[in-house]
């Protein structure tokens, strides 16, 4: 294993590059670059340096990084790397790691911008994600192909200190174990754009940070669709995850399509093609991040007009309150959960179900003109005092079943 250092000053005296820019309004095209030396970049832009990068093949063939956490906070060992405010502009060019601990583009720093359009971006080892912004450090890009093979080698990626990356008319395949599509310690914004992680989650939000994805076709093959947790790393604020999807597809080849543990998160869909596998549509419960007895998992899933269908499950210590707004309709079952639905909004019950409380309905009436039923028992928790205005009683559901308390 690589030797962990993780103090910022010790890592900057370690970066090196073959070419590395301090200047303003530096130029450069039909260009090969290639390092091959440990915690040494082909291309370093600081000192609030300025350059714009055309046809470029940029390469980073062996030289593995000495420090793993120097790499993932502070682009030690990247093949482009951009520090200090730098800003860079890259078009129609090559970017291509084989080394571990060598991300492709990373821009680290408030201030540091990294600019891509119609580049590909290849990593083939470990820890060497496509595009990668620490610190508030901000990349952008369109027209990429990001491809990744390695473990913990994310498509798009932010890491401790909050990055920004924002992309559009993208495709990002990853294969390795660990390497979602997108993985957001800060801000991270796709549009346009397809995503297939073959051996992770789609998508991974930890703690106080969000995805916000917009006409997005985005696939997980291993494990859930999203992820929403807290690890035990501290390379992430803990807060409210927050995932927002508007359109496109969300796919889980294995597992639930949304899975949140240990943290607080907010979910909101709308006008999303689901699928998955396993039949479950959101899951929170305790893993193996946190403390035991207090690492569940507490979401709410806001949906507008939105189909959805599967299995709810809330966990012992877990918390799930699904809003169904505007022409939503679930179908499904639920089991420990909460749900509130809007009065366009339908619950098709397909199976037995035990329910929290039903949101901000307040009368039996309203209730049942939302729930579809064909003789299946749905429990409630009668202490609950959003209950109160079922007082504790069975009713009888139009099209069979019943609603009853949970005794």
């Not at 040494?40 to 609030?48: C, E, H, V």
């Not at 992430?236 to 543990?261: D, H, N, W």
């Not at 809330?314 to 309150?321: C, M, R, T």
């Amino acid at each position: 294993m690589p030797q962990q250092i993780a103090d910022k000053n010790t890592i900057i005296k370690l970066i090196t590059a073959v070419l590395t820019v301090t200047t303003k309004d530096y130029y450069l095209e039909n260009t090969t670059i290639t390092s091959s030396k440990a915690n040494t970049s082909a291309l370093y832009f600081r000192n609030s340096s300025k350059g714009i990068l055309r046809n470029l093949n940029l390469q980073k063939i062996g030289g593995n990084t000495t420090s793993e956490e120097g790499s993932n906070f502070f682009g030690l060992n990247a093949v482009l790397l951009g520090t200090e405010e730098s800003e860079v502009q890259v078009e129609n060019s090559q970017i291509f790691s084989n080394a571990d601990g060598a991300n492709a583009v990373f821009a680290t720093g408030i201030g540091t911008k990294i600019s891509l359009k119609g580049v590909k971006v290849e990593t083939t080892m470990n820890s060497s994600r496509g595009v990668d912004a620490t610190e508030g450090g901000y990349i952008e890009g369109t027209g990429l192909v990001i491809s990744t093979r390695g473990a913990h080698s994310a498509g798009i990626a932010t890491d401790r200190g909050r990055g920004i990356i924002q992309i559009s008319e993208s495709v990002v395949e990853t294969r390795g174990e660990g390497s979602p599509g997108i993985y957001s310690t800060g801000t991270i914004e796709v549009k346009n754009s397809r995503l297939v992680a073959y051996g992770s989650e789609g998508a991974v939000v930890e703690g106080k940070n969000s995805i916000k994805l917009e006409e997005v076709e985005l696939i997980g093959h291993k494990k859930a669709g999203v992820m929403l947790y807290q690890s035990f790393s501290g390379d992430a604020e803990q807060g409210i995850a927050q995932f927002s999807m508007i359109g496109g597809q969300l796919e889980a080849k294995e597992g639930p399509l949304f899975y949140v543990t240990n943290t607080e998160a907010q979910v909101y869909l709308e006008n999303v093609q689901l699928t998955g596998t396993s039949g479950i549509l959101i899951k929170a419960g305790s893993d193996r991040w946190g403390i035991p007895g207090k690492n569940g998992g507490n979401v709410i899933m806001t949906v507008k007009d939105q189909e959805m269908e599967g299995l709810i499950i809330a966990e012992k210590g877990s918390s799930i309150l699904i809003r169904l707004t505007g022409k939503s309709q679930f179908k499904g079952s639920i089991q420990g959960a909460a749900i509130d639905l809007e009065a366009s909004s339908l619950w098709e019950v397909t199976g037995d179900s035990e329910v929290r409380y039903f949101g901000s309905i307040n009368s039996f009436t309203d209730l049942q003109s939302r729930i579809q039923n064909k003789g299946y028992t749905i429990k409630y928790d009668a202490l609950d005092t959003h209950n109160k205005y079922l007082a504790g009683k069975t009713y009888q559901l139009a099209g069979g079943g019943t609603l009853t308390p949970n005794k």
